[in-house]
């Protein structure tokens, strides 16, 4: 789950580019599909239009040449064309019998003659039927058609199982010419094309059914494998990135605190001490053998004291200036408009790997404009300093109880950053002692860090404290002087 959580935005974006690429390849397949129907229902389309103009020339062949000897050959057209079932003749003197068909393609004759071309008679159209009435000079000629066997199997341009139902309609009228399976749900294509021949005025009606089974699931699948791998990757190396900065950083802030505290304190000690202490040993050596003289020379040892005494004085002066010095001359310059949730977040993200190891729960509580004067480098030292020291503290108590939380809030022309741990707190006896020079009560710890954090606070005109404990844990509050929102002070 913990895993979860702090990769939740690369997990995020993986699902997202998933999803997004299984939808590009489902609609490039059915974009793929719709095309293909659409080529084969058009190929449907051309095949029954020249039946129809077949008919019309069968008839017109008949009412050319009627002669009995074609007569007598017409009936042999259904073996020729198996879709032909009957061909009728009738004189123009004469009527059609068949009873009530004869009726109807006695008015189907009528129309035929007057529109000057074939005829078509669709009232048994749902049985699967066409009548086709061309009325001639001598005689009319009709032809029977049955409609299923207007296009064979070998004729359709997809298979014979595929989900394609193609329907021939006119007026209401309906007859299916190819029924296939038929898929549920998913998408449908449709065709609508009327027949190109107006004795036969049909409209050719295909309709295409893309189930869930058609879609393209290999490839999505390894599309995703590839863009989950890809992010993968790219987190990785987002992560190394970021612990790389974070080093950078801890290293940064490391060196900064080392040679505020250390650097040229120990090196001025070590050089402006030594000729004072020594003048000191020798005039107070110098004025021992003098007193001890028969009889003692107390006026020269008098003058050796007080030597030793300026020597001291001098040595006084020595520490006053590495103190000012590590009061970090200048940087007032220094001092610029700064957020100071940014710069909490900022060490936060740095301690984060440490905080996380520990099982330390953080909590950064405050809403609001907390933007104030300092120095950045100098408050993100302070702060390093504060949570590292609340991170040692945290490490002397169970993990179950490892809190920190980092307050924000402004009073007035301040603005503060209170930060508080559930480790063991300090010790009554050791609390005014705290931001005591080389005080610690740690046995590898330096006893400079608070110190060198109040200094610091001090020379941005804010000030660092130890509050009273509420409970178990200690509390820091950190203010600065706030800035208004013209970036003036408060």
Same mark, same amino acid.
């Given at each position: 789950?913990?895993?979860?959580?702090?990769?939740?935005?690369?997990?995020?974006?993986?699902?997202?580019?998933?999803?997004?690429?299984?939808?590009?390849? %489902?609609?490039? +397949?059915?974009?793929?599909?719709?095309? +293909?129907?659409? *080529?084969?229902?058009?190929?449907?389309?051309? @095949?029954?239009?020249?039946?129809?103009?077949?008919?019309?020339?069968?008839?017109?062949?008949?009412?050319?040449?009627?002669?009995?000897? *074609?007569?007598?050959?017409?009936?042999?057209?259904?073996?020729?064309?198996?879709?032909?079932?009957?061909?009728?003749?009738?004189?123009?003197?004469?009527?059609?019998?068949?009873?009530?068909?004869?009726?109807?393609?006695?008015?189907?004759?009528?129309?035929?003659?007057?529109?000057?071309?074939?005829?078509?008679?669709?009232?048994?159209?749902?049985?699967?039927?066409?009548?086709?009435?061309?009325?001639?000079?001598?005689?009319?000629?009709?032809?029977?058609?049955?409609?299923?066997?207007?296009?064979?199997?070998?004729?359709?341009?997809?298979?014979?199982?595929?989900?394609?139902?193609?329907?021939?309609?006119?007026?209401?009228?309906?007859?299916?010419?190819?029924?296939?399976?038929?898929?549920?749900?998913?998408?449908?294509?449709?065709?609508?094309?009327?027949?190109? @021949?107006?004795?036969?005025?049909?409209? @050719?009606?295909?309709?295409?059914?893309?189930?869930?089974? =058609?879609?393209?699931?290999?490839?999505?699948?390894?599309?995703?494998?590839?863009?989950?791998?890809?992010?993968?990757?790219?987190?990785?190396?987002?992560?190394?990135?970021?612990?790389?900065?974070?080093?950078?950083?801890?290293?940064?802030?490391?060196?900064?605190?080392?040679?505020?505290?250390?650097?040229?304190?120990?090196?001025?000690?070590?050089?402006?001490?030594?000729?004072?202490?020594?003048?000191?040993?020798?005039?107070?050596?110098?004025?021992?053998?003098?007193?001890?003289? =028969?009889?003692?020379?107390?006026?020269?040892?008098?003058?050796?004291?007080?030597?030793?005494?300026?020597?001291?004085?001098?040595?006084?002066?020595?520490?006053?200036?590495?103190?000012?010095? @590590?009061?970090?001359?200048?940087?007032?310059?220094? %001092?610029?408009?700064?957020?100071?949730?940014?710069?909490?977040?900022?060490?936060?993200?740095?301690?984060?790997?440490?905080?996380?190891?520990?099982?330390?729960? %953080?909590?950064?509580?405050?809403?609001?404009?907390?933007?104030?004067?300092?120095?950045?480098?100098?408050?993100?030292?302070?702060?390093?300093?504060?949570?590292?020291?609340?991170?040692?503290?945290?490490?002397?108590?169970?993990?179950?109880?490892?809190?920190?939380?980092?307050?924000?809030?402004?009073?007035?022309?301040?603005?503060?950053?209170?930060?508080?741990?559930?480790?063991?707190?300090?010790?009554?006896?050791?609390?005014?002692? %705290?931001?005591?020079?080389?005080?610690?009560?740690?046995?590898?710890?330096?006893?400079?860090?608070?110190?060198?954090? +109040?200094?610091?606070?001090?020379?941005?005109?804010?000030?660092? =404290?130890?509050?009273?404990?509420?409970?178990?844990?200690?509390?820091?509050?950190?203010?600065?002087?706030?800035?208004?929102?013209?970036?003036?002070?408060?």
């Amino acid at each position: 789950m913990t895993f979860v959580r702090a990769h939740m935005r690369w997990i995020a974006g993986a699902l997202i580019l998933c999803l997004i690429s299984s939808a590009w390849l %489902v609609h490039a +397949e059915l974009q793929r599909a719709r095309r +293909e129907f659409e *080529t084969q229902a058009g190929i449907v389309h051309r @095949v029954l239009s020249l039946r129809a103009v077949e008919h019309e020339a069968i008839l017109a062949t008949l009412a050319l040449l009627d002669t009995p000897a *074609t007569a007598e050959a017409a009936h042999r057209l259904p073996a020729i064309y198996p879709r032909i079932v009957t061909v009728l003749r009738t004189e123009r003197t004469q009527t059609w019998a068949h009873g009530t068909l004869g009726m109807e393609l006695s008015r189907a004759e009528a129309s035929s003659r007057s529109a000057g071309r074939a005829w078509g008679l669709v009232s048994g159209m749902e049985q699967g039927r066409l009548w086709l009435v061309l009325a001639g000079e001598a005689a009319s000629h009709a032809l029977e058609i049955d409609l299923a066997g207007l296009v064979t199997d070998a004729e359709w341009p997809f298979a014979i199982d595929a989900p394609v139902r193609i329907d021939l309609m006119h007026g209401g009228h309906r007859w299916r010419i190819h029924s296939g399976a038929d898929e549920a749900g998913g998408w449908r294509f449709g065709f609508n094309r009327p027949l190109d @021949v107006r004795s036969q005025p049909f409209d @050719v009606v295909a309709e295409r059914s893309v189930g869930w089974d =058609e879609l393209p699931w290999a490839q999505m699948l390894a599309s995703s494998a590839v863009l989950i791998g890809l992010m993968a990757g790219a987190a990785a190396l987002a992560q190394q990135r970021i612990a790389r900065r974070r080093a950078e950083e801890l290293l940064r802030l490391g060196q900064v605190g080392r040679l505020n505290a250390m650097g040229e304190l120990a090196a001025g000690m070590a050089h402006e001490l030594n000729q004072p202490l020594t003048a000191i040993l020798a005039n107070t050596g110098a004025a021992v053998r003098l007193l001890r003289d =028969e009889p003692p020379d107390t006026e020269t040892a008098r003058t050796a004291m007080e030597a030793a005494a300026g020597q001291a004085r001098r040595a006084a002066d020595v520490l006053g200036r590495l103190r000012r010095s @590590v009061e970090r001359p200048g940087g007032a310059e220094r %001092v610029q408009v700064v957020d100071l949730r940014a710069a909490a977040e900022a060490v936060l993200h740095l301690l984060e790997p440490r905080l996380r190891e520990a099982g330390v729960r %953080v909590g950064l509580e405050g809403a609001g404009d907390f933007r104030v004067q300092a120095d950045p480098i100098a408050l993100e030292q302070i702060v390093h300093n504060l949570l590292t020291n609340a991170l040692q503290a945290l490490l002397r108590v169970p993990a179950t109880e490892r809190r920190l939380t980092l307050r924000l809030a402004n009073d007035g022309a301040r603005a503060s950053l209170t930060v508080t741990d559930s480790g063991p707190g300090i010790p009554a006896a050791q609390r005014p002692r %705290v931001f005591a020079p080389f005080y610690t009560t740690r046995a590898e710890g330096l006893g400079l860090g608070l110190s060198l954090c +109040e200094t610091l606070a001090a020379s941005m005109d804010g000030q660092l =404290e130890l509050l009273e404990a509420s409970g178990r844990g200690a509390a820091f509050r950190l203010s600065l002087p706030r800035v208004s929102g013209q970036g003036m002070r408060a």
